[in-house]
């Protein structure tokens, strides 16, 4: 073995272990002789992979990536699908031998089964890396397009400090721990838009002020809400100085494009204009519910009709004494992550009745466990009987 290891400063060229024999060998107790490469060695750059073979396609045709920052657990992306990797440790000796003709060391010390062998191995594998399918990992990408949010005039200038706090979508890739298709759905999700090259939320109150001016605007030229004109809006908007991509954003985030005899039209989507005013209505804070009903129904556009249930995962609502209060708590805040997401969960409320916890867990996803798994591991479900809602509590 010293010999073999004092050979592993050679070269390597990629080939020479004779790997075909080894892969052409018969069932039922067939052996090959083996011997070492004269460049076996501890070669770190070689790293053992287990996939399932639905991963050979993007794995072969090098559609994978590796992501992570240095002070992060690295995680193998698909084109749609992020893979945690652990390092697996075997007791087995398991050699890895390269393709080509085998390539013996040069000094056999009157070995005849090395001079005969088939097979020469380049290197004593201690394990493997295991793939095991996770969720992307999102909420990174919350808090930075956070740093800078889109707000209407605004100057961006050319230095390199006025574009801090600003990503690109390369830069996103190299941060976010996610695979491509998972990367934009989180971006879809945020509501967030390509402006100038860079990916960013838009302001809350710049937000506001283009869902009144279209609102606005749909009063003033007589549009119903459900088939507002695009090309009307937009060359209306854009005279009043709103960029076109910035008016088309909140068109599509509170809207619906729908094709009608060759004209494109956007159809408002009653629940989430009405959720959008809710949301200003409580920006104030906590309010006794019949005076935010009151508020809220009279801000809305006319012809929408608003209901409470429109708001579930947005609001809670606590009975204190003879009054019911509401306040914002809105489930896009949360973590995404089921541990750090219960324990937010329960830093709010002790206590959860399952119509209002439900609300605020479908949306989370790990590849594998069921919404009903994830109870079981993060609360205590207690119900006095059959007919009482049931309770759940931290475990």
């Not at 068109?251 to 989430?272: C, H, I, M, P, Y």
């Amino acid at each position: 073995m010293e010999d073999a290891e004092t050979q592993a400063v050679i070269e390597w060229d990629g080939g020479g272990g004779g790997a075909d024999a080894v892969l052409g060998l018969a069932a039922g107790g067939a052996s090959v002789s083996l011997c070492y490469h004269q460049a076996f060695g501890p070669h770190d750059d070689l790293v053992l992979l287990e996939a399932a073979d639905d991963l050979l396609p993007d794995l072969l045709q090098g559609r994978v990536t590796v992501r992570g920052r240095p002070d992060e657990e690295a995680v193998l992306c698909t084109p749609s699908a992020t893979y945690s990797m652990k390092f697996v440790g075997t007791s087995n000796s398991v050699f890895l031998i390269p393709p080509g003709e085998p390539s013996a060391p040069d000094n056999t010390n009157g070995d005849a089964n090395a001079a005969d062998a088939v097979a020469a191995a380049i290197k004593l594998a201690p394990g493997n890396i295991e793939l095991v399918r996770t969720a992307p990992r999102l909420d990174k990408l919350r808090s930075l397009l956070r740093e800078r949010p889109y707000i209407l005039d605004e100057d961006l200038g050319d230095g390199f400090q006025h574009k801090k706090g600003l990503y690109t979508w390369q830069g996103l890739c190299k941060l976010i721990q996610a695979s491509d298709g998972e990367l934009l759905d989180g971006l879809n999700t945020l509501s967030a838009v390509e402006i100038d090259g860079f990916w960013r939320t838009v302001d809350a109150n710049s937000v506001n002020t283009i869902l009144d001016m279209i609102l606005h605007n749909s009063v003033l030229h007589d549009w119903p809400l459900n088939a507002v004109p695009e090309n009307d809006v937009l060359s209306v908007m854009e005279s009043d100085g709103f960029a076109h991509k910035i008016v088309t954003h909140c068109l599509n985030r509170f809207g619906t494009k729908v094709e009608q005899e060759a004209r494109s039209f956007w159809s408002l989507d009653e629940k989430r204009v009405c959720l959008q005013f809710a949301r200003r209505v409580l920006g104030a804070g906590k309010m006794k519910l019949a005076n935010f009903m009151d508020k809220w129904e009279r801000s809305v556009p006319s012809g929408m009709h608003v209901d409470l249930q429109m708001l579930e995962g947005e609001v809670l609502c606590d009975k204190l004494g003879a009054e019911t209060w509401v306040h914002a708590f809105s489930v896009t805040n949360l973590p995404l992550t089921p541990a750090e997401r219960f324990a937010a969960l329960f830093r709010e409320r002790l206590k959860w009745e399952w119509k209002d916890l439900q609300p605020y867990i479908r949306d989370l996803r790990v590849p594998g466990v069921s919404s009903e798994g994830l109870l079981i591991k993060y609360t205590r479900r207690t119900q006095p009987s059959s007919e009482a809602e049931p309770i759940f509590t931290a475990r």
